[in-house]
């Protein structure tokens, strides 16, 4: 099973600041199928990023992805009001498929 | 409007069975895979496991296999989430999702609301 770690668990930055999350994989993830999703309280998870750098449809283009290998990341270019929420990769490349802990992005 | 509809909250005693449900609509649902997910409370998401409405075929994580069963009803777009003896530490929110694309090359696109369970005695 791949494990996923991300990184930092907790993120405090003020609305228009970048914000920039990792995913490492335990090993590698072939076809950079790894996935991006954002939870707020008391809604399901949505997906933002597929195969690492595709925007999912809807989203953003202040929400980018990058990597490959073991390493990938999500980076918010600015961060608005209502990015404020927690933030999960999953790897889709082996099953089971599995996701980070998760990174809360908080407001300082 | 592409959407997965679940039922409602339960609230179950521990050793009793339970099926949940996840309706989608507004697209064609015999030919993309869907996903469960768990969500204990307060904590992150696991992968359950997924099944394919067209045939159903199912695949388990292997920490669930044994533990739930993945089941569809095509003719009215529903896919099930059952167990047959609850436990305490079933208490969580399950989540169905679409898996877009071939394989689900394009991610979880569309979620349910969620369905919470209660296991308590």
């Known amino acids: 099973e791949i494990v996923l770690t991300q990184s930092p668990d907790t993120l405090s930055l003020s609305p228009g600041e970048r914000a920039s999350l990792s995913c490492r994989a335990s090993q590698r993830i072939n076809s950079r199928l790894v996935a991006w999703y954002q939870q707020t309280p008391g809604q399901p998870p949505r997906l933002l990023i597929y195969r690492a750098s595709s925007r999912a449809t809807g989203i953003p283009d202040r929400f980018s992805g990058s990597g490959s290998g073991t390493d990938f990341s999500l980076t918010i270019s600015r961060l608005e009001p209502e990015d404020f929420a927690v933030y999960y990769c999953q790897q889709y490349d082996s099953s089971p498929e599995t996701f980070g802990q998760g990174t809360k992005v908080e407001i300082k | 409007e592409v959407q997965l509809v679940q039922s409602g909250v339960e609230v179950k005693k521990p050793g009793e069975s339970l099926k949940i449900s996840c309706q989608g609509s507004?697209?064609?649902?015999?030919?993309?895979?869907i996903a469960w997910v768990r969500q204990m409370p307060g904590k992150g998401l696991e992968w359950m496991g997924i099944?394919?409405?067209?045939?159903?075929?199912?695949k388990y994580n292997p920490s669930f296999q044994g533990q739930v069963t993945f089941s569809v009803d095509e003719s009215i777009s529903v896919a099930y989430l059952q167990w047959s003896s609850l436990k305490a530490s079933d208490n969580a929110i399950y989540y169905c999702?679409?898996?877009?694309?071939?394989?689900?090359?394009?991610?979880?696109?569309?979620w349910g609301q969620g369905t919470t369970v209660t296991v308590s005695s």
């Open positions: 507004g697209y064609s649902f015999s030919i993309y895979w």
């Open positions: 999702a679409r898996l877009n694309g071939p394989a689900g090359l394009y991610g979880m696109d569309v």
């Open positions: 099944i394919y409405p067209g045939d159903s075929e199912a």
